[in-house]
Structure formats: structure tokens, C-alpha cells
């Protein structure tokens, strides 16, 4: 399995707008693996995970062919997940595509309930321009697994936002395992169920708190504690890469300096463009 990070930020980004803080200050100064972008991936080069608001300069900054993503899974509804515009121009009257493999010029969305309601309310309010039926979301129901483009995403119930059934996922190829887990605090202990038995080659892990205690994200305490927790489910070993994401200027600390923090517990940090192979 090929996983991309096409922007590892949180919310606000590194260097945020219009912020003057230390961290933003010093990455302006540095660039480079310190700038970074709102967070999505791209997993075999056809499947999205999220869509960020800086997705077409995701897609021209990396070389990414966006014709042929035929959909997304999404782990909530926050715009920083969720750009409804990027979605409006895929199926925009005067921006369709051809898709001749299929015959299909639909984009499947798999999310919860409030990704659902958005997409049935704001975005037809707003974007009248959208071609009906080209968008087609699909309920993503906690535990059940569902396959796209020879993946399977099984959503995992995460610690996020409480007005929404948030989740991460479990991507699963026949390369093995990759647990994808921002935007998250603390998984509950149900999760367990659902992790057990796996054996996972690769663990994104959010660290948009960093040194900070974790809340509805995680920090490097819940770093931590989450590859213990993975050890004694026995679904990682040796060979299991853990990799860091999702990061804000909250904490006060750039990539490098964050870099320096994590290779001290086995952990690696992630920067927009890195590609993980399993």
C-alpha cells in the first residue's frame, strides 16, 4: 500500500495566516518540511482520505492526476476536512471528466451522518452549479468495512468532536495493514475489539498538542500510550513504522525541533509529500 500525505496541518496550518507566534514566525524563516498544509492523504494514488481546502495546490505541488480518484473516505465533517468547493469543481457543469475504464464519472464520499447532512444541505445551497448525482456519499458505519479502488477502509470510532460520530480508518490492502488515525484523542477502549488481530506495518498517529496535555486530539503522551496499547493487542512488532501527523502551532515547536522530540520514542514525523510503502 502506498500512503501520501499531501498536508500535514492541522486546522490553521503551518505558518497560520496571520499569526505571529514563534512557531509560525520561525517557519516562515525555515520552510521547507516545517511549512505545512491542511491534513489529507492520498492512498494508491486513487483514494482520498479527506479533502483539504489546499488540495489543488496539494495535487500541483506533488504531480497528482485528480481524474482518477473516483472517491474519498472522510473522518468528519470540519471544513479542514472536508472543502466543499474542491468537491463542487469535481462535479461542476463546466469541469467534468471522462472515465472510460468504467463508464462512471462518479465520485464516491463514504463519511458519518454529518458528512451526509452536508453535503445534502450546504453544498447544493451554495454551489448551484454542481451537476446532480455526480457526488454520491455512502453511510460509513463504524466497524463495517467497505472497499474502494482495492482498499478496504474500516472507520474506528475516534475522540474528536462529541456532536459527531467522528472516526478513523484501517486501511487494508494485500500488503498488509495501516491504522490512519487523525483527527483523535485518546481511542476508546471498544476500539480495542476492532484493532485486535490486526498486524499493522504502519500507525499515522495526530499530534496537533504535541508537549501539550491531549483533548479531542493527541499529543505525545497519547503517542506514546497508543503504541503501548497496540503492543499488548499484539497488532504491531519490530517492523511496525510510527508516524506522527496532524500538527499545529499550539505547541509552540516546528517539524525539525518536533523531529528531535520523536525519534526519542521510535517515532518519525511526518511532512507534506512523504510517501509510506508497506
Given at each position: 500500500m502506498?500512503?501520501?500525505?499531501?498536508?500535514?496541518?492541522?486546522?490553521?496550518?503551518?505558518?497560520?495566516?496571520f499569526?505571529?507566534?514563534?512557531?509560525c514566525?520561525?517557519?516562515?524563516?525555515?520552510?521547507?518540511?516545517?511549512?505545512?498544509?491542511?491534513?489529507?492523504?492520498l492512498?494508491n494514488?486513487r483514494?482520498?482520505?479527506?479533502?483539504?481546502?489546499?488540495?489543488?495546490?496539494?495535487?500541483?505541488?506533488f504531480?497528482?492526476?485528480?481524474?482518477?480518484?473516483?472517491?474519498?473516505?472522510?473522518?468528519?465533517?470540519?471544513?479542514?476536512?472536508?472543502?466543499?468547493?474542491?468537491?463542487?469543481?469535481?462535479a461542476?457543469?463546466?469541469?467534468t471528466i471522462?472515465?472510460?475504464?468504467s463508464g462512471?464519472?462518479?465520485?464516491?464520499?463514504?463519511?458519518?451522518?454529518?458528512?451526509?447532512?452536508?453535503?445534502?444541505?450546504?453544498?447544493?445551497?451554495?454551489?448551484t452549479?454542481?451537476?446532480?448525482?455526480?457526488?454520491k456519499?455512502?453511510?460509513?458505519?463504524?466497524?463495517?468495512?467497505?472497499?474502494?479502488?482495492?482498499?478496504?477502509?474500516?472507520?474506528?470510532?475516534?475522540?474528536?468532536?462529541?456532536?459527531?460520530?467522528?472516526?478513523?480508518?484501517?486501511?487494508?490492502?494485500?500488503?498488509?495493514?495501516?491504522?490512519?488515525?487523525?483527527?483523535?484523542?485518546?481511542?476508546?477502549?471498544?476500539?480495542?475489539?476492532?484493532?485486535?488481530?490486526?498486524?499493522?506495518?504502519?500507525v499515522?498517529?495526530?499530534?496537533?498538542r504535541?508537549?501539550?496535555?491531549?483533548?479531542?486530539h493527541?499529543?505525545?503522551t497519547?503517542?506514546?500510550?497508543?503504541?503501548?496499547?497496540?503492543?499488548?493487542?499484539?497488532?504491531?512488532?519490530s517492523?511496525?513504522r510510527y508516524?506522527?501527523?496532524?500538527?499545529?502551532?499550539?505547541?509552540?515547536?516546528?517539524?525539525?525541533?518536533?523531529?528531535e522530540?520523536?525519534?526519542?520514542?521510535?517515532?518519525?514525523v511526518a511532512?507534506?509529500?512523504?510517501?509510506?510503502?508497506?
Open positions: 502506498k500512503l501520501q500525505y499531501l498536508g500535514t496541518g492541522a486546522a490553521e496550518g503551518m505558518p497560520s495566516v499569526c505571529q507566534c514563534e512557531a514566525e520561525k517557519t516562515r524563516k525555515l520552510g521547507g518540511k516545517n511549512v505545512k498544509m491542511r491534513s489529507c492523504a492512498v494514488d483514494l482520498l482520505v479527506d479533502i483539504s481546502p489546499d488540495i489543488n495546490a496539494q495535487m500541483i505541488r504531480g497528482i492526476d485528480g481524474s482518477v480518484i473516483s472517491g474519498m473516505i472522510t473522518t468528519h465533517s470540519h471544513r479542514d476536512h472536508l472543502d466543499l468547493f474542491a468537491l463542487s469543481v469535481r461542476a457543469k463546466y469541469g471522462r472515465r472510460p475504464e462512471e464519472n462518479s465520485f464516491h464520499i463514504y463519511g458519518n451522518r454529518a458528512v451526509g447532512r452536508v453535503l445534502e444541505t450546504e453544498l447544493p445551497e451554495n454551489y452549479f454542481v451537476i446532480p448525482g455526480i457526488l456519499y455512502h453511510y460509513a458505519e463504524p466497524g463495517v468495512p467497505v472497499t474502494l479502488e482495492g482498499v478496504t477502509c474500516t472507520p474506528v470510532p475516534a475522540n474528536h468532536d462529541p456532536a459527531e460520530d467522528c472516526c478513523v480508518y484501517i486501511l487494508h490492502d494485500e500488503t498488509g495493514d495501516i491504522l490512519y488515525a487523525n483527527d483523535t484523542g485518546t481511542l476508546s477502549p471498544e476500539c480495542d475489539g476492532l484493532l485486535r488481530d490486526r498486524k499493522f506495518r504502519a499515522s498517529m495526530d499530534c496537533a504535541g508537549t501539550l496535555p491531549g483533548d479531542g493527541m499529543g505525545i497519547e503517542n506514546r500510550e497508543l503504541k503501548e496499547r497496540l503492543e499488548k493487542l499484539g497488532c504491531v512488532d517492523g511496525t508516524i506522527l501527523n496532524h500538527f499545529s502551532h499550539m505547541c509552540g515547536l516546528v517539524h525539525d525541533e518536533l523531529q522530540l520523536a525519534e526519542q520514542y521510535g517515532f518519525e511532512y507534506d509529500g512523504m510517501i509510506v510503502e508497506t
